[in-house]
Each structure stands twice: as structure tokens, then as C-alpha cells.
């Protein structure tokens, strides 16, 4: 089974600018999660979404979002982008048989974002 | 919200020894405790969880032990081998509700010296 697979893996860009990344979970997983990893501030939840749905969201300005479509497929966005956005922003997929039910969750090995 | 707190932040031990990583955490509702690897370039791993109503796990080289009175669990690595070197993040949590919204410890930066 294929694992989360992130793209792009790699990207630079410049102050002010937005970006798309994007994220496919493990066939058949309902949650995906976005994480911003930075080495000052760790691990940090974006936002959780569950059946197109979002039903978590972390404490990151608007300019920060997120979708999911009817395949499980997940993107989120970075408006207006400032220098302390550059990091690695992790995508995570869970398969969550029943929504109230925690699976655990399995990571991809992220896109590492960097703004000159 | 949940309080997660790590330690060591860096550990450094010789191969075939053994390491412990202890993580403290606040919301006494939390009743599902993973640790996850990540290595570098890539993104965290879990190697090991434990529900609340069991006090050790193991799994090979690697255990994790709880405490729920005291509120920490541990991560046990024994004969470490070099290719345990990586981060190791705990992300204490409720099994049932809140959905995937983790709280990540700081992280321990495991070094495996020949």
C-alpha cells in the first residue's frame, strides 16, 4: 500500500506570494492533517480534515487553509507569505473507521517551503 | 489545552547502550500515548503506542512504560544500534474524540555513537 505522499518536495518563494501544496493519503484513510514543523516552534497543528469537512483547526492566521475533496486528496494554501513561514509542513492521514474513533497517523515526508 | 513536556532535549549514548526518553504531559483525559521517529528528510514514523489501561508495551529493542497517576511515559531504547539516531516526538491524546489534533512534545535528538 502506498504511504502519504506530499508534493512538491521542495519549494521557494518569495515574500508575498502564495503557494498550493499538496497531499494524498493511504487509500482509504478519511483524516488529513496539516502540521508546520519550524525548529523554534517544533511540531504544530494547521488543521484537520475529515470526510471534506474541517473539524480541527489550530492557532495560525487566515492566511493558512486547507480543503479536502471527495477522494480524501488534501491541499492547503499559505496567502500573502511572510519569511516565518519557511518550514516543513507535514501532511499526516488516518484512517479513522469510525469518526470518533482516533487511528494513528502516518506522515509523509513533507514540503519543505522556503520564502526569500 | 494539552501541556507536553520532553526530556532529554539531546541524548547522546555509545552503541549497545541503552537510552530513555520521558515526556510529561497536563490533560489527565489523555488515554493514548504514541511515540513517533523521524529521521532526517523524512517525515515522523510511530514506532510504539500504549492505551491508558495497560502499564508497558514492548516491542523488540523498544518498550514504552506509563504512569497515569504521575502523569509521564517513557520511551525505552535498549542495545541501540545507529540507526535508532533521529528525533523522537511523544503526542499524548484521547483515544476517542478531538480528532487528529496533537500536541507534540519538543522532540529528543538521539545520537548512536560507534
Known amino acids: 500500500k502506498a504511504g502519504v505522499t506530499q508534493t512538491p518536495r521542495y519549494l521557494i518563494k518569495t515574500r508575498g506570494q502564495q503557494v498550493t501544496l499538496s497531499c494524498s493519503p493511504i487509500?482509504?484513510?478519511?483524516?488529513v492533517s496539516w502540521y508546520q514543523q519550524t525548529p523554534g516552534q517544533g511540531l504544530q497543528f494547521l488543521f484537520e480534515?475529515?470526510?471534506?469537512?474541517?473539524?480541527n483547526k489550530g492557532n495560525f492566521p487566515g492566511r493558512f487553509s486547507g480543503r479536502q475533496f471527495s477522494n480524501s486528496r488534501s491541499e492547503m494554501n499559505v496567502s500573502t507569505l511572510e519569511l516565518g513561514d519557511s518550514a516543513l509542513y507535514l501532511c499526516?492521514?488516518?484512517?479513522?473507521?469510525?469518526?470518533?474513533?482516533?487511528?494513528?497517523?502516518?506522515f509523509g515526508n513533507g514540503t519543505r517551503l522556503t520564502v526569500t | 489545552g494539552e501541556n507536553v513536556e520532553q526530556h532529554p532535549s539531546t541524548l547522546s549514548v555509545q552503541e549497545g547502550d541503552s537510552a530513555v526518553i520521558k515526556c510529561t504531559y497536563s490533560?489527565?483525559?489523555?488515554?493514548?500515548f504514541p511515540w513517533y521517529k523521524q529521521e532526517l528528510g523524512k517525515g515522523p514514523q510511530l514506532i510504539i503506542d500504549i492505551r491508558s489501561n495497560v502499564g508497558e508495551k514492548k516491542d523488540q529493542r523498544i518498550a514504552v512504560t506509563l504512569n497515569k497517576t504521575a502523569k509521564h511515559f517513557s520511551l525505552h531504547i535498549t542495545e541501540t544500534q545507529p540507526e535508532d539516531s533521529a528525533v523522537y516526538f511523544c503526542a499524548p491524546r484521547q483515544f476517542t474524540g478531538g480528532g487528529n489534533k496533537l500536541t507534540f512534545g519538543t522532540g529528543t535528538q538521539l545520537k548512536v555513537e560507534l
Open positions: 490533560d489527565s483525559a489523555s488515554n493514548y
Open positions: 487509500s482509504g484513510h478519511r483524516s
Open positions: 499526516a492521514s488516518s484512517l479513522n473507521r469510525q469518526e470518533n474513533n482516533n487511528s494513528p497517523l502516518h
Open positions: 480534515y475529515f470526510s471534506e469537512t474541517q473539524r
